[in-house]
């Protein structure tokens, strides 16, 4: 069913983003049999893990007077303020231990950088700086990106939305995500979809 020019990417299956975990998306970790058995089915697999610096400026802790989930304006637009969460080399950053994806081809590391988010795999925040995984993927000369992983309406949405806006065809399978839903969010995320042509599964 899918093609050697199709490209599995999967987001954020991390142990801060599961139930016990310091960002929990509700039901995270019953998304790892499903992408386990879904990469199976993919010639190619791309991961993504957001890394951050134990100091990351998208961290609520960093805002005195604000608390998590609120929204504060950063140099590069409006951002949401989250748990400390994916501190680098911490267990809570590492891939879920039951994610068994031995031929994943890369595992690309994001919000490294203490001063800017980066939800999307291939842009931070300020929707300007790249990643490079644009660039690899096309090199590589992939055509359809599918994605999955978490959150579905952060980081798997914006993911989304940049492999579109490059070019690629895209493609979400949401049952393979999970939501944290702020507001309404989950809803956006799948009318965004609709607007930019990209198949939600
Ligand atoms: C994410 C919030 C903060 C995600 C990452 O993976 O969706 N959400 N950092
Ligand atoms: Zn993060």
Redesign the pocket.
């Known amino acids: 069913m899918w093609k050697d020019t199709d490209v599995l990417l999967v ?2 299956v ?1 142990n801060d ?1 599961c139930p016990g975990g310091r ?1 929990a ?1 509700p039901g995270g970790n019953e998304v790892v049999p499903l992408i386990n058995r879904l990469a199976k089915s993919f010639r190619h697999v791309v991961l993504t893990q ?1 890394w ?1 610096p134990a100091e990351h400026k ?1 961290f609520a802790s960093r805002h005195p007077g604000k608390s998590a989930f609120e929204t504060t304006m950063m140099p590069y637009g409006p951002q ?1 303020l ?1 748990p400390d ?2 501190i680098q080399d911490t267990p809570g950053a590492a891939l879920h231990a039951d994610l068994h994806i031995p031929h994943a081809e890369l595992i690309l590391r994001k ?1 490294f950088r203490e001063e800017i ?1 980066s ?1 999307s795999a291939f842009f931070e925040n300020d929707h300007k700086t790249p990643t490079g995984l644009g660039g690899y993927l096309r090199e590589r000369g992939f055509e359809k990106v599918v994605c999955v ?9 914006f993911s989304a939305e940049d492999a579109r806006m490059l070019g690629f065809d895209t493609e979400v399978i949401e049952a393979a995500c999970r939501a ?1 839903d702020l507001q309404g969010s989950a809803d956006q995320a799948r009318k965004s979809f609709a607007d930019r042509g990209i198949v939600l599964a």
């Open positions: 987001i954020d991390q983003f960002l998306v957001d951050h998208s949401t989250w969460h994916c919000g988010d939800y992983g978490l959150a579905f309406d952060f980081c798997v949405r944290i």
